[in-house]
């Protein structure tokens, strides 16, 4: 169980367009979903937290204009890149947040490689 | 928040040995987790553990809440082992937050 999947794997896109990549938990229901960026040989940043039915929380820097995140469903969460330019390339993670009787656990999507040209 | 640091940052092995990896956290904890993240980019759940300590297979891990730090132990390291490690815990807030991580690399 626990599974957390995103889409697309790999996206190239040219500069000034949007690109929308989807995160989805597969088997349990995530009120709140995670937005992270990797950069190359680079721990992950957290850039926003994505709460089902509510606005969503970014981190100080990030632009929720560019970086629009909507979480419509509890399996469901997207982060669109709006107007991307090359310093946007980078390697996007979502995470979903799965409550068991001893807490809360994160478990992680295989990642979004964007490439902008 | 919190800060987290891991260490060593590097580490070479040979295959067979073993390893303890380090994770160093500034509060108490509500959420510690240990992952692997293969070369693909995966993030590979390994443990969910803010206190005690747990094994699975070569693996185990051990946290000290009192103390402040979490312990990664890997033995008889696989090739396959390669990659890099990652800690992260959160106290109040809601979100993760990750240490620089350990990249290892495994020689057969």
């Known amino acids: 169980g626990a599974v957390v999947s995103q889409h697309p794997s790999r996206v190239i896109c040219k500069s000034g367009t949007s690109v929308k990549i989807e995160c989805r938990s597969l088997?349990?229901?995530?009120?709140?979903m995670f937005w992270y960026r990797q950069f190359p040989k680079q721990s992950l940043m957290l850039m926003a937290t994505?709460?089902?039915?509510?606005?969503?929380?970014?981190e100080q820097g990030v632009e929720k204009d560019k970086f629009l995140i909507n979480h419509a469903s509890l399996t469901l969460s997207t982060l669109t890149v709006t107007s991307a330019h090359p310093e946007d390339s980078s390697f996007y993670i979502c995470s979903a947040r799965r409550s068991s009787r001893t807490g809360y656990e994160q478990y992680f999507g295989p990642g979004t490689r964007l490439t902008v040209t | 928040g919190i800060q987290v640091e891991q260490s060593p940052p590097d580490l070479i092995l040979q295959e067979g040995a073993n390893s303890t990896l380090r994770c160093n956290f500034s509060d108490s904890v509500n959420n510690l987790q240990w992952f692997h993240q293969n070369p693909w980019g995966q993030l590979i759940n390994l443990f969910y553990i803010p206190s005690g300590t747990k094994q699975n297979g070569r693996l185990s891990a051990t946290t000290v809440a009192t103390e402040r730090y979490s312990l990664l132990y890997i033995s008889s390291s696989q090739t396959t082992d390669s990659g890099v490690y990652f800690c992260?815990?959160?106290?109040?807030?809601?979100?993760?937050?990750f240490g620089g991580g350990t990249r290892l690399m495994v020689k057969p």
């Open positions: 994505s709460n089902e039915g509510s606005k969503a929380t970014y």
């Open positions: 088997d349990f229901q995530a009120t709140t």
């Open positions: 992260a815990a959160n106290n109040a807030g809601n979100m993760l937050t």
